[in-house]
């Protein structure tokens, strides 16, 4: 397989200058590149893209840093764009969770109709009139969705935005911390829903069962995966600016990314949310970095099992 990186080292879908733009540095400090070179990938590293500095940027309706998002991510789709052109799977570490919106379009620009699947503590489909923090990280699949676009108002630098992703081929996974309107959006759509609940009462391994017969069930669609590090339970990856407790168990989280692999249809990842400066300590900031590094290698064919290369000589 051929991959892609982009790191995208964004905050201002969340809190100006949070340390959520240290993201990508950090998880290619834990030696990604080397270890998805060990699994056999073929990989490059496009490097962090740079984002405009937008000197007024004041709110919109509460919607906070509306044009430096809506520039960043259209900077970052045209980036996922030409990384799928290359033939490459797309990698985005993140920076916080608004950036789904350019990878998640970068990557229909280039293939088309998408299967996504959201693996978060959170829905992220407030939509700009509904959001109680005014953070666009909260929002991102509200713009991408077919089924929201008259409910979505007309935002500067978000005029390039065409939504892309129908409610049918929307999944999520481990959902625990939704806002009223965005438990009523859910509904209204029947979107798909593993939250934690579902998790504890079918086992992850049914759920992912479920999640890709679902998804198959018309076509195969190209799947996209984006994973907040936040789905994972905060005493494994406490280091992420909005923790929720009773999340997915480490084996849990790993679990999706090596089913979602073996359906071969893996197509773009983001990786998002990992905040240095949210860890107390030093340990639960490597705890929740190398949790993101082992989250992407079973993304890449990392099995727990053990891996060799298929030239493999036993001396
Ligand atoms: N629902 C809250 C909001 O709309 C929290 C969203 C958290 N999102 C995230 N990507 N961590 O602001
Ligand atoms: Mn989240
Ligand atoms: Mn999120």
Redesign the pocket.
């Known amino acids: 397989r051929k991959v892609g990186l982009i790191g995208a080292p964004f905050a201002k879908?969340?809190q100006p200058r949070s340390g959520v733009e240290r993201g990508p540095d950090l998880i290619r400090a834990a030696g990604l590149l080397h270890r998805l070179q060990e699994l056999g990938e073929e990989i490059h590293d496009y490097g962090n893209l740079t984002f405009e500095d937008i000197a007024e940027d004041e709110p919109v309706g509460g919607v906070k840093h509306v044009r430096a998002v809506g520039r960043a991510n259209q900077t970052l789709s045209e980036a996922v764009r030409a990384v799928k052109m290359d033939g490459r799977v797309s990698v985005m570490l993140g920076g916080?969770?608004?950036l789904a919106i350019g990878s998640i379009h970068g990557h229909a620009a280039a293939v088309g109709q998408l299967a996504v699947v959201w693996v978060?503590?959170?829905?992220?489909i407030?939509t700009p009139l509904t959001?109680?923090?005014?953070?666009i990280?909260?929002?991102?699949m509200s713009y991408l969705l077919h089924e929201l676009c008259s409910k979505i108002p007309t935002l500067p630098n978000f005029s390039w935005i065409k939504p892309c992703v129908s409610a049918k081929d929307l999944v999520y996974i481990g959902l625990r911390?939704?806002?009223a309107a965005?438990h009523y959006i859910l509904k209204l759509l029947g979107v798909k829903v593993f939250s934690m609940t579902e998790v504890d009462r079918l086992g992850i391994a049914r759920v992912m069962e479920e999640t890709s017969e679902y998804l198959c069930a018309r076509a195969k669609k190209p799947i996209h995966l984006s994973y907040?590090i936040?789905a994972i339970d905060p005493s494994v990856t406490p280091a992420?600016?909005?923790p929720a407790a009773g999340g997915l168990t480490y084996r849990e989280g790993v679990y999706i990314t090596e089913h979602l692999c073996q359906t071969g249809l893996l197509s773009g990842v983001d990786l998002?949310?990992v905040n240095p400066f949210r860890g107390q300590t030093e340990h639960a900031i490597q705890s929740t970095v190398s949790t993101a590094v082992d989250l992407l290698l079973g993304c890449f064919g990392r099995r727990r099992e053990g891996n060799h290369p298929a030239d493999f000589i036993l001396p």
């Open positions: 879908g969340q916080d969770h608004s978060d503590a959170h829905a992220d407030n959001t109680p923090t005014g953070n990280h909260g929002q991102a911390d939704l806002d965005e907040d936040d992420t600016g909005t998002v949310e």
